[in-house]
């Protein structure tokens, strides 16, 4: 081949692999159409595509350098282009007939793949025309096979991507990451302990004493989650301020709630400055949930209520993660020595 033309094809590829990187990035940082927003919802094996394609490229990139002195390095580079080329396939097609929206970031990544493919075909074909004009039969046949290998790994491409592309519910992610920041204790522990107590609920305010005692205790062996259940209605006013000091605070979250609960002896609709006024003795300055949040977090308290069945406040549950198996404790039967034993009882 050329010089002239193997220098040109090199970098009009180095260029490619270049722009495709930079739109990963792009995609990454969801600098994008709002015709993008679909796309986001799903993934390859877990892995967001853009991720795929800041891996991607730049080990493309490395290995088409590595070519210039490198056969095989080019060689594996031919493979991977083809099995990009082969999942851009179906990831366009995915747009099509199910997105029903095309990404114009990713059809640039396509594009991007497209043209290194091409590039790389070029030189096979150059290669091999000037093999079959010096009657060169062993590079003919390594031609050959090295095709065979191309359409394999184009083929292989694709069916990767059909059967790893899945869809993901933002919604169950979202909930998923607010069970987690809402948990105390030893998250590690099998055994899950819910408090499910309302703020206007007389029974759950002279309980909260013995529960800011026993917490310590409870969150040593197990994980522990407090369930705003909404038996009255005034209980909404506080749930915001008690997630925000659950993600946000849980070193100095007992003595929060306890703050809470004196607050709603005297004041069913708390403002941020009363909360914020209550607690700055404590060093600590209330951050504010977004609407989405709060909502989230209300209906992972609801469906916490629906699960375990819960008629009236304050009622523990203490289960265990892996046998489901379970004790639920009602108002003057939630005592230091039943939970314990509980909790025991589900460690094993």
């Known amino acids: 081949m050329d010089k002239r033309i193997s220098k040109w094809l090199y970098w009009i590829a180095a260029t490619g692999i270049l722009s495709g990187f930079i739109l990963s990035i792009i995609s990454y940082l969801r600098v994008c159409v709002s015709e993008c927003g679909g796309t986001h919802n799903y993934s390859l094996c877990g892995i967001s595509f853009e991720c795929f394609g800041l891996l991607f490229f730049p080990l493309l990139g490395i290995l088409h350098y590595a070519s210039r002195k490198y056969k095989r390095a080019g060689f594996i580079a031919a493979l991977l282009v083809a099995a990009a080329l082969g999942a ?34 070029i030189e096979y074909y150059l290669n091999l025309k000037r093999s079959i004009l010096d009657n060169q039969k062993d590079e003919i046949m390594k031609s050959i096979k090295r095709s065979f290998a191309t359409l394999l790994f184009l083929f292989f491409g694709f069916l990767f991507a059909f059967i790893g592309v899945v869809k993901e519910n933002p919604l169950a992610a979202a909930e998923k990451s607010i069970k987690e920041s809402v948990a105390l204790g030893n998250l590690d522990s099998p055994v899950e302990v819910y408090l499910f107590s309302d703020w206007q609920c007389p029974a759950c305010r002279a309980l909260e ?33 008690n997630l925000s000091f659950l993600i946000h605070d849980k070193a100095k979250y007992l003595k929060l709630r306890d703050v809470l ?75 230091e020595a039943n939970v314990m034993q509980a909790i025991e009882a589900m460690s094993k």
Do not use: W
């Open 209 to 241: 004493p013995q529960i800011e005692a026993l917490a310590p205790k409870i969150m040593e062996k197990a994980r522990l989650v407090f369930v705003d259940t909404i038996v009255h209605k005034e209980t909404l006013n506080f749930i915001p301020f």
């Open 88 to 121: 851009e396939f179906d990831f366009i097609m995915l747009q099509k007939y199910e997105i029903k929206s095309y990404c114009p970031i990713c059809l640039s990544i396509a594009a991007s793949i497209a043209v290194v493919a091409l590039v790389y075909f």
């Open 261 to 335: 609960t004196v607050i709603s002896e005297t004041n069913s609709e708390p403002t941020e400055e009363q909360i914020e006024k209550a607690i700055a003795p404590l060093g600590v300055k209330y951050q504010q949930l977004s609407y989405a949040d709060i909502a989230i977090g209300i209906k992972y308290y609801n469906h916490l209520v629906k699960q375990f069945e819960i008629s009236a406040t304050p009622t523990m549950v203490i289960i265990n993660s892996q046998d489901k198996k379970g004790k639920k404790l009602m108002g003057s039967e939630i005592t």
